[in-house]
């Protein structure tokens, strides 16, 4: 019994033993670790941390892959005219004489169609060809009075001859020389009939008879509208077509009461439109209405647009703004500004530079520099800044500075720690 209460008694001794020389194992090995945590910078840690944050005040550096992630757009700051503007709206238009609305003087059956809506047309072209038995007879009644105008001007020169030599009596005379112009008249004036028809009255005169006329564009442009098919009867000054020359589009806008003091001819409007959003296109005025209209109260203003495009469609709503008092100054776009408080700043590309060995891919880094601005007037999604120094042909953050001021944040938080 004593042999076995030795026997159990050494057993636990030995666990317990186990169990302290386990316990100073773990304890060397933390202070280990600790002293080695204490020591040398690691690659990672000497100039860049591991996400390559700058050490350097006021700096950040990333890479391009990091770039394209938070959409990084570099660009230089612009030398843009800003100064007081008035809010206007309005619509692209036309002037009357750059639209045309085409109809017949008389009215016939749509034999042909040689356009749709769209179709870029020149003046003159034919749009359609149409027909009726009233153009038959009109070039016949043509052929018949120019026959008979030979014979009357013959009859009449004759009958004026023997006057003259008073063989013939003054009424015979009076009553040729009365059909012989009647007839002129009725035949110059059906010439002129068919020529507004589009025919030719040559060829008519030569016994060429044809059973349709043309319908032509009287101007350059653009189909808009076709209102008719194919025999279709049209009556008289019924709008077949609409052609519009979009080239010559221009701003129509609304000036109101309040502002219409302000504005004259030769001042910049500075517009956009839905179908181009972020780009910002320039007109002159160029006619100030002198016409005051109750609902809204305003008048209505003109301008030609400088860097016109396709895109540009009369009808198409416009907001804009008219500046006054320009004056030429350093700008860049809103979102380039990073606000702190009452401090504004933009970042400035300082640096470029390579890094990587023959373990590791190598990869390009930008490192940009936050710099203090002093911001003005804001007009037109710019922002008029002035700044100690020269920035000329220095590249900054124009999309992505907030995320870059939240990385220099985060990595400045990290340094700390």
């Known amino acids: 019994m004593k042999i076995k209460i030795i026997q159990e008694t050494m057993k636990k001794i030995s666990i317990i ?106 003046t003159g072209q034919v749009l359609t060809l149409l027909e009726h038995p009233t153009y038959i007879q009109m070039q016949q009644e043509l052929q018949q009075l120019s026959s008979q105008l030979e014979y009357l001007k013959q009859e009449y020169e004759r009958k004026e001859k023997l006057y003259e030599e008073q063989v013939s009596s003054g009424r015979e005379f009076q009553k040729a020389k009365s059909e012989y112009l009647s007839t002129e008249a009725a035949f110059k004036g059906l010439k002129l009939k068919l020529k507004l028809l589009g025919l030719s009255v040559a060829k008519v005169l030569k016994g060429e008879i044809s059973s349709s006329i043309p319908i032509r564009s009287p101007i350059n442009g653009y189909v808009n509208d076709i209102n008719i098919s194919i025999g279709d009867f049209i009556d008289p000054h019924f709008d077949m077509f609409e052609v519009t020359d979009n080239s010559q589009v221009h701003v129509d806008i609304r000036v109101y009461e309040k502002d219409i003091y302000k504005v004259k001819e030769g001042q910049t409007v500075y517009f956009t439109v839905a179908n181009q959003p972020g780009m910002i296109l320039e007109a002159i005025i160029n006619s100030v209405g002198r016409t005051f209209e109750d609902d809204p109260k305003s008048i209505h203003v003109h301008a030609d647009i400088e860097n016109k495009n396709d895109a540009l469609l009369p009808g198409m709503y416009v907001e804009g703004r008219i500046v006054e008092n320009e004056r030429l ?43 203090e601005v002093t911001t003005g007037v804001r007009d037109g999604g710019f922002v008029e800044i002035m700044v100690s120094g020269s920035l000329d042909s220095s590249l900054i953050a124009y999309k992505g500075a907030y995320t870059l001021s939240s990385e220099m944040i985060k990595g400045e938080l990290e340094h700390a720690h």
Do not use: W
């Open 17 to 122: 033993l186990c169990m302290i020389l386990a316990l100073a194992a773990c304890d060397n090995s933390g202070s280990q670790s600790s002293e080695e945590d204490h020591g040398e910078k690691g690659p990672n840690e000497e100039g860049h941390s591991e996400e390559g944050h700058s050490e350097e005040s006021g700096t950040v550096s990333i890479t391009g892959e990091q770039a394209n992630f938070m959409g990084l757009e570099l660009g230089e700051i612009q030398r843009k005219s800003l100064g007081g503007t008035i809010r206007v709206t309005g619509r692209l238009g036309l002037y009357p004489q750059d639209q045309a609305k085409i109809s017949p003087f008389i009215g016939g059956n749509v034999k042909a169609i040689y356009v749709i809506e769209g179709d870029k047309v020149s």
């Open 329 to 371: 100054t350093d700008v860049v776009p809103e979102a380039a500004i990073v606000t702190e408080g009452e401090l504004a700043y933009i970042f400035v590309k300082v640096e470029a530079s390579d890094h990587g060995d023959n373990e590791t891919e190598e990869r390009h880094e930008e490192l940009l520099t936050k710099v």
